[in-house]
């Protein structure tokens, strides 16, 4: 079993993915790279990572697409915006996802390492400490959000699996009602047409 911190990196640039993979291998960390958002999300059907950076302008879906379906898929996992098109726009509705933060470019191996450390263990705000750092809104911590979300997936599962013969039945047993009022209210039209004919 591999106890190493994965790493995702999507990035249609492959440099910045080598860039993430020369810093952080060294430290502990397997790192993993997509060159676009659909190659990243078909990736993540198959491994849980740790921590997920994207880049914000890509060509088809943009980082900000890519957040939102890996928050919708995996809400405890982080996910880290690289960018150097920061915007206003973007950062609210990056925060509103719930990402971890913003990274601009150019990056360093100091603010990669930082970026990461920060992403993966502090359970707070992450603060702007310098132009190129990261900003980031309040967040519970990854463990207790992956325990309580895989508690709550399992809970939604057993009542889907429960109700699932009650929604049969009612369907069961509403078509032939709607059908016999249907039915009656077609014969109850026509036998008043015919009344009034004759």
Same mark, same amino acid.
């Given at each position: 079993?591999?106890?190493?911190?994965?790493?995702?990196?999507?990035?249609?640039?492959?440099?910045?993915?080598?860039?993430?993979?020369?810093?952080?291998?060294?430290?502990?960390?397997?790192?993993?790279?997509?060159?676009?958002?659909?190659?990243?999300?078909?990736?993540?059907?198959?491994?849980?990572?740790?921590?997920?950076?994207?880049?914000?302008?890509?060509?088809?879906?943009?980082?900000?697409?890519?957040?939102?379906?890996?928050?919708?898929?995996?809400?405890?996992? &982080?996910? #880290?915006?690289?960018?150097?098109?920061? $915007?206003?726009?973007? +950062? =609210?509705?990056?925060?509103?996802?719930?990402? !971890?933060?913003?990274?601009?470019?150019?990056?360093?191996?100091?603010?990669?390492?930082?970026?990461?450390?920060?992403?993966?263990?502090?359970?707070?705000?992450?603060?702007e400490e310098a132009?190129?750092?990261?900003?980031?809104?309040?967040?519970?911590?990854?463990?207790?959000?992956?325990?309580?979300?895989?508690?709550?997936?399992?809970?939604?599962?057993?009542?889907?699996?429960?109700?699932?013969?009650f929604i049969a039945?009612?369907?069961?047993?509403?078509? &032939?009602? #709607?059908?016999?009022?249907?039915?009656? $209210?077609?014969?109850? +039209? =026509?036998?008043?047409?015919?009344?009034?004919? !004759?």
């Amino acid at each position: 079993m591999n106890t190493k911190p994965q790493v995702l990196v999507i990035d249609d640039d492959a440099v910045i993915g080598r860039s993430f993979d020369r810093v952080l291998s060294d430290k502990g960390y397997e790192v993993s790279t997509a060159l676009s958002g659909e190659e990243a999300l078909k990736d993540m059907e198959n491994t849980d990572y740790d921590v997920v950076f994207t880049d914000i302008k890509m060509p088809g879906m943009n980082g900000i697409e890519v957040a939102e379906r890996i928050k919708a898929r995996c809400p405890w996992t &982080p996910v #880290v915006v690289i960018t150097g098109y920061g $915007t206003t726009e973007n +950062e =609210a509705r990056a925060s509103v996802l719930g990402v !971890s933060g913003f990274v601009r470019k150019p990056l360093t191996p100091e603010m990669i390492e930082s970026v990461t450390l920060k992403a993966l263990e502090k359970p707070v705000v992450l603060e702007e400490e310098a132009a190129n750092e990261v900003t980031a809104p309040a967040k519970v911590p990854v463990s207790e959000l992956k325990g309580w979300s895989k508690v709550l997936r399992v809970i939604k599962n057993i009542l889907m699996f429960l109700a699932a013969p009650f929604i049969a039945l009612s369907y069961v047993i509403a078509l &032939p009602i #709607v059908g016999f009022y249907t039915f009656a $209210t077609l014969a109850i +039209e =026509a036998w008043k047409k015919k009344r009034a004919i !004759s």
